[in-house]
């Protein structure tokens, strides 16, 4: 039988990098986030009102202190490659005691804070390019209160907070909306293009319009297929999956938001988060025990991050490495197998599936076959979360 021979370049755990741009040019290598043979596919963007905690939060993700993000009119951006934790992933690599242990992976974005009631020409061209270019966002809602860190508008109100944001995005789609009709007004007037085409947005343009007026998000939006297949590379910000994040201060518990729209919301200590990622993981163990802690919230953040932009993880198994690979959700297994390596897409012959669960209390591959457990799937064959799968193919 073929052995499947790859050797994918893999990120270090949390690597990151650290983009500068100048505030006046256009970002045009802002388009990749280098992860070294790592295909970024979800890249969440963190963002919020100015001191609301984003740095923070992004220090605890990586255990480091990166620079502000904002200096001297320059917008930097640092982005970071953060393991999505996985107990199914521990439990395998203790089974199989692989050379390599391969997590699920979500990129954030560290972004300069964005100022509500920023202009009424929206949001600048240079923060901007970099909201768009994210698959979802992660917004930071300050709930932690200290009067050393002044408030943008004089005190903390986290619904408040979130509801200008939400606002400033809003008119920002608006806007772009807006730019979008003209100009295919202009292509009607001009003729000579694609007539049908033009009709088509024109008709569902219109209809984000009517729906950003009456103050709802385009995630609330139902769009067919084929629209969303208009949409796409157009960047529209509310379109984008959220996940609230209140940032509590010490002790303190989580305030009751309720948001216009609803989102899914996480609540964490961020400056405690990140107190306790800067330290070495046996000193980490015994602070989270004497806080009375048995699992960082940030970990459960990612997993909500993940889960946020519709991802789900099948796994691979062996003595050389277990892994986890992310596919969407309602992926065909010929999909999966492509994730893998292009050949064994191309040379798919079968998927042999086991379910976690099978897997775990049989002890391995060779009992779950032995057992019946070990199913044989075809191309159109829909992975299901958590699935173990070992693609047979042939180039
Ligand atoms: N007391 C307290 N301070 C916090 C907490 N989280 C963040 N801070 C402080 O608030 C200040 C701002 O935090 P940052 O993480 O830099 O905020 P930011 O959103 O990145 O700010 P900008 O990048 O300027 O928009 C820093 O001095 C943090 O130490 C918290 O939970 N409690
Ligand atoms: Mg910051």
Redesign the pocket.
Known sequence: MPKVGIEPTIPREHEFESCAYASSATPASAQSIHTHGYKVKMKLGII?L???????IFNALTGTNTP???SAGRIEVHTAVVDVPDPRIDTLSAMFKPRKTMYAKVTYADI??LESGAAKSGISGTLLNQLTQMDGFLH?LRC?D?EN?PHPSGNVDPERDLNAMESELLLNDMIAVERKLERLKDERKKGGTDKVLNERQTTLFERLFDILSQETPLRDAEISTEDEKQLSGFGLLTRKPMLILL????GQTAPLIQPAHPCSQVSL???LEMEIAQLPPEDASVFMAEYNIEEPSLNRMIRLSYDLLNQQSFFTVGEDEVRAWTVRCGATAHQAAGEIHSDLQKGFIRAEVVTYNDLVSLGGMAEARAKGKLRLEGKDYIVQDGEIMHVRFNV
């Open positions: 919020g100015p001191q609301s905690g984003k740095t923070t502000p993000t904002a300069a804070g930071v932690f200290d860190i940032n509590l201060g010490e200590q961020g400056k």
